[in-house]
């Protein structure tokens, strides 16, 4: 055990963790009885709400909390009761933690130091993790003197510097704005796949964690809802909440009038039957939902015989996009979103009435 | 006047407002001038005049009470000058009961500041009130209750006689170390508090990235929360050292002939009509001269440490 050997063993392994808050009446669960594994050499994301978890669980595996219950493994190494400081794991931390009165260079090398390396060894390291996040011209400035990026790359050399076994990133990108965010996410990707060093990544932006992730952890309420490639928990969510938080999604009230091997024929309301995919099992008669997401509609002039038809609401325009909220016959709400591509295509205006048409493939079905 | 005071409203907003801001800043500056400046300079120059033998001054230039302060001259002064320990000693003796006071308020301060800085939001204030409880009461009563509390058949004694600690009791009245325990008790809340508010603003996240990095407990307090939190340490040290090197009081009660401080010596020159004006004025400027010295020495380090980005 605790040989590294990339994408073939386990380098994190969280068993029946449970975590409670508080004693008694007043206690708090933040996590509820969570097990996953982590590969090694994978970018792993963390995702959820505020309040689901996610950054407990992250504590955890630093070291800074202490587990109610259940086993932290690291590269097959039992390590829930060794203290922070002797745990091959480095943080990067969301409002970045740098130490106010040290150089950059000092920051970056605290942890060699620390570790009691050589003072040439430290330097060398030092400067090298430097240049991976091109602040070389910066080794003799204090934290106050770097922009919000800048203080965010001095933070992950700091913490990539010791050359931990895992890296864990709490919300990283957060506090930056919206450019720096999307150009630090290839850079963080590109980070994690030369250093082959393990990341586990905690954020609440959907979008973030679809653009980096290897695995995506979705987390709710302290409980793991679905583990999964971006692909997988986007078209293929297990339940409602996965669902809906991550991307758009419509919730249509639907009855199962068929059950295949892989698929179900449900019926919206009259309308004709449409074939979904399942998430679990399910039984003709029952009852439940089918998730359809925006881009995967669209909306026409109503022709004779159409069953899902409703009027338009509105029509907004997001630049890419057109969005049109459509309110149904039924009463359902329904978004639907066009590319812009052509000439505005959608033949509909806010008031017409129109016809929705969902694309073969898109509805699943989700047994809550 | 206003606007010499104005640095930093020139241009267009010097006119009225210049003025407004003169008139505003008017009742600081009168009080400051007259109950802080005006004193100080009245002492600087008596200590320059002639000392009149029922107290008071004689309105004469005089070099006198520095030279009194520094030289013996005999009894009638007319022998030749040799350096006169006696006041050097009492200086020096107040440097250092101020100095282990201050280590004393600092060893005991910080933990306690550290204790209710790291208490949830609710209770602090609970905590800081109770810090301040005993300050409620005049520092003369507390000063006496101290004296009771430590004499040779006080509580102190008696306690310790009875859990078979000692057989004897031991003397700690009119010695130093009682010196110091008074002004320790005199000035702690004034190292609390600073360390307190400097703790407070403290991210204890710099303490956990600290760990993450491989420090022990005893080098993140070390190496990451000491230096972040130094000014307020600062502050305490300064606050407690300054009152500390003046009083009279502690001293006074606690102590002995052996244990005579500065601020006694000078509280006598002003006493009844025995003393003499002139050279506790001298002996006042002296004291202040080295508090400022202290203290400049203190804030070129500040601003040093500023130009290297702290």
């Not at chain 2, 009638?76 to 006071?101: H, L, M, N, V």
Request: hydrophobic share 45%; aromatic share 8%.
């Amino acid at each position: 055990m605790g040989v590294n050997e990339p994408g073939s063993s386990t380098a994190v392994a969280i068993t029946n963790i449970v975590k409670r808050y508080g004693i008694g009446d007043a206690s708090v669960l933040a996590l509820n009885d969570v097990s996953l594994e982590i590969q090694d050499n994978e970018f792993f994301t963390l995702l959820g709400p505020s309040g689901c978890g996610k950054t407990t669980l992250l504590r955890i595996i630093a070291g800074f909390e202490q587990v109610t219950a259940g086993v932290v493994h690291l590269y097959g190494e039992e390590i829930e009761q060794l203290p922070a400081n002797k745990r091959p794991v480095n943080t990067v931390f969301q409002q970045y933690a740098l130490f106010p009165h040290m150089s950059v260079l000092e920051n970056i090398a605290f942890g060699l130091r620390m570790l009691g390396k050589g003072k040439a060894e430290i330097e060398s390291r030092a400067k090298q993790m430097l240049d991976l996040v091109q602040l070389g011209g910066f080794a003799d400035r204090r934290p106050a003197q770097l922009s919000g990026g800048q203080q965010q790359r001095v933070a992950l050399a700091r913490a990539l510097a010791p050359a931990p076994k895992v890296l864990l990133l709490d919300e990283p990108l957060s506090a930056l704005d919206l450019k720096l965010r999307q150009a630090m996410r290839v850079e963080l990707k590109q980070i994690q796949e030369d250093t082959g060093i393990t990341f586990v990544f905690v954020t609440h932006d959907q979008e973030e964690a679809l653009t980096m992730s290897d695995r995506i952890a979705v987390m709710s309420s302290g409980e793991l809802q679905q583990i999964g490639t971006a692909h997988e928990v986007y078209e293929e969510p297990r339940n409602k909440f996965v669902a809906g938080f991550i991307g758009e999604t419509n919730l249509l009230d639907v009855t199962v009038e068929e059950v295949r091997a892989d698929a179900a024929m449900c019926r919206v309301g009259d309308g004709a039957p449409i074939a979904c995919s399942v998430a679990g099992n399910t039984t003709k008669g029952a009852r439940g939902h089918i998730s359809i997401r925006p881009e995967r509609m669209s909306v026409s002039k109503p022709k004779r015989g159409d069953k899902l038809t409703g009027i338009v609401d509105r029509l907004v325009y997001l630049g890419t996009d057109t969005q049109c909220l459509l309110h149904l016959d039924n009463g359902t709400e329904i978004t639907v979103r066009a590319q812009n591509a052509h000439e505005s295509t959608l033949g509909v205006g806010p008031g017409d009435r129109a016809a929705l048409n969902i694309d073969a493939g898109a509805a699943r079905l989700l047994v809550d | 006047m206003a606007g010499a005071l104005n640095p930093g409203g020139g241009g267009a907003a010097s006119g009225v407002f210049g003025a407004l801001r003169g008139w505003l800043l008017a009742p600081s500056l009168i009080v400051i001038g007259f109950f802080l400046l005006a004193p100080v300079c009245m002492m600087l120059i008596y200590s320059f005049l002639t000392k009149d033998f029922r107290g008071g001054v004689i309105w004469e230039f005089s070099l006198a009470a520095y030279d009194q302060f520094i030289f013996d001259r005999g009894l009638f002064g007319d022998e030749p000058p040799k350096i006169e320990w006696i006041y050097i000693t009492i200086f020096w003796r107040s440097i250092w009961q101020a100095a282990i006071a201050t280590i004393l308020c600092l060893v005991i301060g910080f933990p306690t500041a550290y204790f209710i800085a790291t208490r949830p939001a609710a209770t602090r204030t609970v905590w800081l009130f109770l810090v301040t409880i005993p300050y409620w009461v005049n520092l003369l009563i507390r000063t006496v209750s101290m004296k009771f509390l430590i004499r040779d058949t006080g509580p102190l004694n008696e306690w310790l006689i009875q859990f078979g600690v000692i057989d004897t009791p031991i003397h700690v009245i009119n010695t130093n170390i009682a010196v110091q325990l008074g002004l320790f008790y005199s000035y702690l809340p004034f190292m609390v508090l600073p360390i307190y508010a400097s703790v407070e603003r403290y991210n204890f996240a710099l303490s956990e990235a600290a760990r993450d990095l491989y420090a022990s407990r005893w080098t993140t307090l070390r190496e990451v929360l000491l230096p972040t939190v130094k000014p307020g340490i600062v502050a305490g040290c300064i606050l407690v050292f300054v009152p500390s090197l003046g009083a009279f009081l502690a001293p006074d009660l606690l102590g002995g002939a052996k244990t005579f401080m500065i601020g006694s010596l000078i509280e006598e020159q002003f006493k009844g009509n025995a003393g003499n004006w002139p050279f506790g004025a001298a002996a006042s400027m002296i004291l202040l001269t080295v508090v400022l010295i202290v203290l400049m020495i203190y804030a070129r380090q500040q601003s040093r440490a500023e130009e290297r980005g702290h």
